[in-house]
């Protein structure tokens, strides 16, 4: 008796697990149709040049709104897309969508870019480069409006290939953003090796501004991005605190709450007209 009791008794921590693995293959399940159900869109949120205080460009951010799960996060569903292949599908949709976007808006804001997120497994088939360009031509979108930004620890992989690729796409004018720098483990060896044009520094880094050590660490970083020649972009800007030090460490481009968040297409417009003149005269 005792014994069949033990054995029906689940710990809490199988518990826990067996809901996970629950949600994550539900969440499986369902991505494979969100493509085709229409539940992906795209969010964009805007960069400021803090020298000019200008609208400088746009990141475009995936958003999953499942009819019964609500808004699934992309830190929780990218991976699962990365994992089945999926990331394939859904990286030329965001791409695409992206592209057509910013060809629309482009006339409102002529000198931005538009970022786009690849998963290095998106590098893999070597049709990438190819898709990419064609995917511009298409939508009618300059090369040189797009930035692809990669991340740092998923690059490590296929560093050879990615190599070749991108160096490709940087060959035709399309422009590259090292994404997350700062947490990963050979971030300076990527800098070495792959054509980037600007290194976007992990929002950790930037949060911790005025409240820690790490304030050296984030300066050392801007100055050691800015004698490669190559831009900084500071992610996460949330506060007053933080641009100020931002400015006057030279830091290039800032992306954050406190300059705007992701917000649809729909409300491009009217966020681009309210920010025609620079923030530092508004
Ligand atoms: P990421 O590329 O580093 O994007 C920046 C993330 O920081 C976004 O989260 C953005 O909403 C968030 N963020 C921006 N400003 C602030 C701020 O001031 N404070 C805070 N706390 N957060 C801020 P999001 O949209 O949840 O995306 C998370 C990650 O998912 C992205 O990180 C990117 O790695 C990945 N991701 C998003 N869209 C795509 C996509 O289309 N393809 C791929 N492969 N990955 C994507
Ligand atoms: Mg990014
Ligand atoms: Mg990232
Ligand atoms: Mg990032």
Request: net charge negative; proline share 5%.
């Amino acid at each position: 008796d005792a014994k069949t009791r033990g054995l029906n008794m689940i710990s809490p921590y199988e518990q826990r697990m067996t809901e996970r693995l629950k949600q994550r293959t539900l969440l499986e399940e369902e991505l494979r149709f969100a493509l085709e159900r229409k539940q992906l869109s795209l969010h964009f949120q805007p960069q400021f040049e803090l020298k000019s205080g200008k609208l400088k460009g746009f990141e475009a951010l995936l958003r999953w709104h499942h009819p019964e799960l609500g808004a699934v996060s992309p830190d929780e569903f990218i991976p699962i897309a990365e994992e089945t292949g999926l990331i394939v599908p859904i990286g030329q949709w965001v791409l695409r969508s992206a592209c057509e976007t910013m060809q629309r808006i482009l006339p409102l804001c002529p000198s931005s870019t538009i970022g786009v997120n690849i998963s290095a497994l998106q590098l893999i088939p070597e049709q990438f480069p190819d898709m990419v360009l064609e995917t511009a031509m298409l939508t009618g979108l300059p090369l040189d409006r797009l930035e692809l930004e990669l991340t740092e620890s998923e690059l490590m992989t296929s560093l050879d290939s990615a190599q070749e690729q991108l160096t490709r796409l940087s060959e035709a004018g399309v422009r590259l953003a090292l994404d997350d720098f700062g947490v990963g483990y050979s971030s300076l060896n990527y800098l070495r090796k792959l054509p980037f044009h600007r290194v976007k520094i992990d929002r950790s880094f930037i949060q911790d501004i005025g409240t820690s050590k790490d304030d050296e660490l984030a300066e050392a970083i801007i100055r050691l991005v800015r004698q490669l020649h190559l831009d900084v972009v500071a992610e996460g800007l949330e506060s007053y605190d933080q641009l100020m030090r931002l400015q006057e460490w030279g830091c290039d481009i800032a992306q954050g709450y406190l300059l705007g968040r992701p917000m649809p297409e729909s409300e491009l417009h009217a966020f681009i007209a309210r920010n025609t003149t620079s923030f530092s005269e508004a």
